[in-house]
């Protein structure tokens, strides 16, 4: 079955700084969608991407699929403590699957 | 509009025990989903419900069964608690299977003992 990849498992900023995680799919997706948990909490879903070389913008997140349709990357530009979180990815198949990443656990030091 | 409620919010089994985990939504959503979240594991899909009168096996479905009870209630059981059921566990639905959006309960927190 697919497996979904997801890099890094951490990541500690300084508040201001940048932050990028990535997704890889064995499998080529019919569409990827991101997830972000608050500590404590529930995922809430962000967005979902379904054409190759997809990129879309909500305010400071960037979200790209691959050409190929088998990545995915998430972006943050200068983050904020309220960005603090667990972010997932979530890649559906042909088969109407849809696998999750592990998560990237983001921390951001005011 | 309280979207997904799940029941309880926290629990303690000891091994062996049997408890039913409660699910409901009311946003008329077809489809209905178990997971359980485990540290650097993410979310791994237990059983799902397509749509009412249909259950199907995720990828960890071992030690679980479910009831779509209607269209607005979905329950995970655990026959018989084991300790590596210990995790969060999480209700989910969505208007239909694979391109939605899924909308997620608060979580049940599990501790087998």
């Known amino acids: 079955g697919q497996q979904v990849m997801q890099i890094p498992q951490y990541q500690h900023v300084q508040e201001g700084e940048d932050f990028t995680t990535y997704c890889n799919s064995s499998?080529?997706?019919?569409?990827i969608q991101w997830y972000k948990q608050r500590p404590g909490g529930h995922p809430v879903f962000l967005i979902q991407l379904v054409k190759s070389g997809e990129v879309k913008k909500q305010k400071r997140l960037t979200f790209q699929f691959g050409e190929a349709k088998k990545n995915s990357s998430l972006h943050i530009t200068a983050t904020q403590t309220t960005d603090v979180g667990t972010y997932f990815c979530?890649?559906?198949?042909?088969?109407?699957?849809?696998?999750f990443g592990a998560g990237t656990r983001l921390t951001v030091k005011p | 509009n309280a979207g997904v409620t799940q029941t309880p919010k926290f629990q303690v089994l000891k091994t062996g025990q049997s408890m039913t985990l409660q699910c409901a939504q009311d946003?008329?959503?077809?489809?209905m989903y178990w997971y359980r979240q485990d540290p650097g594991m993410g979310l791994r899909l237990i059983y799902y419900s397509a749509s009412e009168g249909t259950t199907d096996k995720g990828e960890v479905p071992n030690g679980y069964n479910v009831s779509r009870l209607n269209k607005r209630e979905f329950s995970l059981r655990l026959e018989s608690a084991a300790p590596s059921q210990t995790s969060v566990y999480f209700c989910a639905s969505r208007t239909v299977t694979g391109g939605s959006p899924l909308h997620f309960g608060n979580g049940t927190r599990l501790t087998v003992t």
């Open positions: 499998t080529t997706l019919s569409n």
């Open positions: 946003m008329n959503h077809n489809s």
């Open positions: 979530a890649g559906l198949d042909n088969n109407n699957d849809m696998r």
